[in-house]
């Protein structure tokens, strides 16, 4: 626009749309066009993964959720899951899915220079997380990412997002997550049995000739977890990713052992006390109860140990068990509070008074410690702090 204001200020007569058009004749201002080119991939050589997010309808309310794909780049095999969130310890179970449902390993998985799977670099600098590494060990592949702004390096995966968006998600809607990624492994299954008008062919009659490629699955594969370290609150539940999780009330207060796999919560608080719960993903804020975990209603929580204020008083003045007991169940304080207040009594004033008040009280049924007190502090000034007289000539 400044070169067209300039030209027509000197003179020159001719339109914006001329000049615009001149220039692009000219190749003036253009980015210089560059013919894409192709990438070419033996069979089991890699595999490509990806995600992008997508909006779906699970159990009747509406999620920001995250497609995972992974395409074998030979014979376009397709699968993918929809996570609520994905980070490592979801990456590692997608990735574990997907090879157990190829039946084997490709040399290398093509990441998008993701930071659920790079520590640092891009492309061919790339150093993957040690976590993730371990993991592309134990199976034997390797992670790759390719350089920024090199989309087309990982089309394979690229492709079939806006697929499963106009396919496989417009109109379903999905009763749980469980439910959700259930129907993609089947819709995967049909896809992967179709023919391919883009590739000439059926994926799984490439994928036969694929297969033989691939590395063989390890003779054993652990199951992925995640740990954590947890207290009890004063509830009875341990929090997981925003989801409280019933324990006995006995161990409320206690560190406990948080393991958590893919379908399972495990908390531990020793080798011989263990709780498991089916894990849950959303709704957040929620609280799953298991039944044993709650005494009967109106039952409450019954304490197997006296409180120590209790324990001290009884130990003390066995004399006041009875009126202890007694108060327990009709003084009107909170139990503790009346407790370490009666031991406040029974340590700061003389003991003969203090037992003769509390025998006087529990006769009349009196359980108002602060009447105890005054009952208390008038033996106290009657036994204690007598004057003598004097005669009347000032002598004793």
């Known amino acids: 626009m400044r070169v067209h204001e300039e030209l027509t200020a000197g003179g020159a007569v001719l339109s914006y749309p001329a000049l615009t058009g001149f220039c692009r004749r000219q190749g003036i201002g253009q980015t210089p066009i560059v013919p ?13 993964h990806d995600t992008s997010p997508h909006e779906v309808e699970v159990g009747g309310r509406k999620y920001k959720a995250q497609t995972a794909s992974a395409v074998l780049c030979y ?37 998008d220079n993701t930071h659920v799977v790079v520590l640092r670099g891009t492309g061919r600098e790339m150093i993957p997380v040690p976590e993730m590494e371990a993991f592309a060990e134990r199976f034997g592949f390797r992670f790759v990412a390719h350089a920024i702004g090199d989309a087309n390096r990982s089309g394979r995966v690229e492709r079939p997002f806006s697929f499963i968006e106009n396919n496989f998600l417009a109109g379903r809607t999905f009763a749980s997550w469980e439910d959700l990624n259930r129907q993609a492994r089947q819709w995967c299954d049909k896809v992967n049995s179709t023919y391919k008008k883009h590739i000439r062919a059926v994926p799984r009659e490439l994928f036969a000739v694929e297969r033989t490629h691939l590395k063989p699955l390890p003779a054993w594969i652990p199951e992925v977890y995640r ?20 324990v006995p009330v006995a161990w409320i207060g206690r560190r406990v052992e948080v393991r958590e796999t893919r ?3 495990e908390i531990e608080l020793d080798a011989r006390h263990l709780v498991t719960h089916e894990r ?28 120590p ?9 066995p004399e006041v068990a009875p009126y202890v007991a007694a108060l327990k169940q009709k003084g009107r304080k909170v139990v503790a509070l009346a407790l370490r207040q009666l031991l406040r009594l029974l340590r700061e004033y003389p003991r003969e008074p203090f ?30 702090f007598l004057l003598r007289e004097t005669e009347p000539d000032g002598h004793d």
Do not use: W
């Open 355 to 384: 037992l003769a008040a509390v025998r006087e009280a529990s006769r009349y049924g009196l359980y108002d410690l602060d009447r105890l007190e005054r009952m208390i502090l008038r033996r106290v000034a009657r036994d204690y």
């Open 75 to 111: 014979s376009h095999l397709l699968f993918f899951q929809i996570h609520p969130t994905f980070q490592r310890f979801d990456c590692k179970v997608f990735l574990t899915d997907a090879l157990r449902y190829v039946g084997g390993v490709p040399e290398r998985v093509m990441i």
């Open 280 to 307: 849950a993903v959303t709704p957040q804020n929620q609280r799953i109860t298991l039944a044993a975990h709650r005494p009967p209603r109106g039952e409450g929580v019954k304490r197997s140990d006296p409180h």
């Open 36 to 48: 894409a080119g192709q990438y070419h991939f033996e069979p089991g050589v890699e595999m490509q």
């Open 227 to 246: 740990l954590h370290a947890r207290t009890v609150d004063v509830e009875g539940y341990v929090s997981v990713s925003s989801i409280r999780y019933s």
């Open 309 to 317: 204020e209790e324990q001290a008083l009884v130990e003390a003045a």
């Open 263 to 265: 379908d399972k919560i």
